[in-house]
């Protein structure tokens, strides 16, 4: 299967309502020898206020993202879905991707009317790069090592990576420059370390995922918490009801006697305590995991590994403990209320119909005065809200004059953080001004000047 390596630069950290400023991808075969690469760049959307200090990492003004050499957000968009289609089936690597680079390629497909979960359909897999790393330097050092921060700590982020094994990167926060850093990462694990490759690719699957935590008293599970450790030793012990993707695990380092003595009150507030005796796994996002028995015993450090099994078989033989772990957390489970703004309802409503998806694509390939009419038509009022906002976008003046107005008001007051949008969760100008102030000598007096611009 080929892979597809992707990496994007955006205007800010805000994953439902910032944007996508630079995406980069390169496809490989099964032995990561480059077959095609792709890259865009779109300007800001009109009602998005960037974060200066995203444009400070990535070395940008405002005038360079707000460039007509650019083009728009959704042209972009499209090139990227079709150039993606184009290339699958196939497993989808990038670096702490999971977590941020595939929500806001998910973000941008659904405010732009193309297929949501591209990655993981349709014969696709994913898998997080990130992971890969910090198994790599945990179990096999002399194949990879960790980065190195300026104070002296170790670091898997993906510059510091490069860098302490060789890998010249042209640019640093460059999308293109930052996908051939991380290929070159993958190539050197393939080739040094051929097993844990063959095992960060088998977990690309959720199917294996779920047989794996099913079948294995006790696993490794490498993943940021409780720093500096990146691998932590666990058992499943139950899933959430409301969630089958959510699978609940033990930290088998932790004092499991002193939860066996605590009633369900005291149980549900020790799991919410660090360091937290239950993780939830992801079975659907690709987590890496590692059976014991194929660790080097100098990699366990304060318990062996039959230590960890004896832990485990003691825990999965008693139900009634195992069940009332489960309860504790799922009683821990956030609850949230019904989202306010369209960006956030991505996962919100139901899924979209047949009927949309078709409506979809043919939006995509009618002139824009056609599309006005397709828009009323969507049975789904996100896909409504986001199809004229589009229309707006692309080209206005096929709308009525009442109508722009209405949606520049809204884009001004939006931006200004102003009536109904006074406790906006986006960034807002003053927000950003904030933002420069707090940056106080770090910023140029032009970037610092096109922001206060904005007031005007």
Known sequence: ????????????????????LQFAAVRTDADLNETHRFEA?????????PSPQALLVTGHMLADVNSPSRQSHYSMVCETAKALASWCPGTFLGYNSIRFDEEFLRQAFYQCLHPIFLTNTNGNARADVLNLMRAATTLHPSVLRAGIEPDGRASHRLGAMAAANGILSRTLHDAAADVDAMLGLCRLVRAGAPDLWS????????????????????????????????????TRVGINSNDTNSHYCLDLTCDIDALRKLDSAE???????????????????SPLLYPLWDIEHDRFVDFTEDELVRRASSVRSDPEFMEALTRAAMSNEPTYPPAEHVEQQIYGGNFISEADSALSRQFHSIPWQARVEVAQRFQDSRLRRLARRLIYFECPHVLEEPERRIIVDDIAARRRGEGRYATAPWMTINQALSELEAMDGKVSGALRAEFQALLS
């Open 41 to 49: 760049k779109s300007r800001l959307l009109p009602h998005v206020i």
């Open 267 to 285: 149980l549900s507030v020790r799991l919410t305590q660090e360091p937290r005796p239950i993780r939830r796994l992801k079975v659907n996002a």
């Open 1 to 20: 299967m080929a892979f597809i390596l992707y990496d994007l630069e955006t205007s800010g950290l805000n994953k439902r309502f910032d944007q996508i």
């Open 199 to 234: 095992t960060f690719l088998r977990f690309s699957s959720k199917a294996a995922v779920v047989d794996f935590v099913r079948e294995e008293d006790a696993f490794a599970y490498f993943d940021y918490f409780g720093r500096p450790q990146v691998m932590h030793f666990l």
